[in-house]
C-alpha cells in the first residue's frame, strides 16, 4: 500500500458546540519572512471531516522558521446562525525539525478554542 502524501503542516477543527468536525472553515497558512513581514504561503477549506492537508504543496519539505494558520471562525458560525467571541483564530508556532510532519488542530466553540501539536 502507498502512502497518502500531504502536506508537510495540516490542521483539524472539530466544532464543540456541534460535537463533530467543522466543515469549509477558511484556513490561510502563512510564514514570517526574513523581513519581518508575513508571507501567504496557502489558503483552503476544511473538508467533510474537518481537516485541511493541502496548505503547502505535499511531500515538499516546510522551511525552519515561524508560521501562523488563521482561521476564519466568524464567517463558520455566520453560516451556522451564530455569532461567536473570536471573529479570527491566530496560531502562530515555530518549526525547528521541518523534516517532519507538523498537524495544527483546532478545538472550537463559540466563546473559547484550543489547541496543541499533533501527530
Keep these: 500500500m502507498t502512502k497518502k502524501l500531504r502536506s508537510p503542516i495540516t490542521t483539524h477543527v472539530l466544532d464543540l458546540v456541534e460535537g463533530r468536525a ?17 508571507k501567504q504561503l496557502g489558503h483552503s477549506y476544511t473538508d467533510a471531516d474537518g481537516r ?6 505535499a511531500g515538499e519539505p516546510a522551511q525552519p522558521g515561524t508560521y501562523q494558520i488563521t482561521f476564519d471562525t466568524q464567517m463558520y458560525f455566520a453560516k451556522r446562525g451564530n455569532e461567536c467571541f473570536y471573529p479570527k483564530v491566530v496560531v502562530q508556532f515555530r518549526l525547528t525539525e521541518p523534516e517532519r510532519h507538523h498537524h495544527i488542530p483546532l478545538l472550537l466553540s463559540t466563546f473559547g478554542y484550543s489547541t496543541y501539536r499533533g501527530t
Design 22 to 38: 467543522a466543515t469549509k472553515v477558511p484556513v490561510l497558512l502563512e510564514g514570517l519572512d526574513t523581513k519581518g513581514k508575513w
Design 52 to 57: 485541511v492537508e493541502d496548505l503547502l504543496p
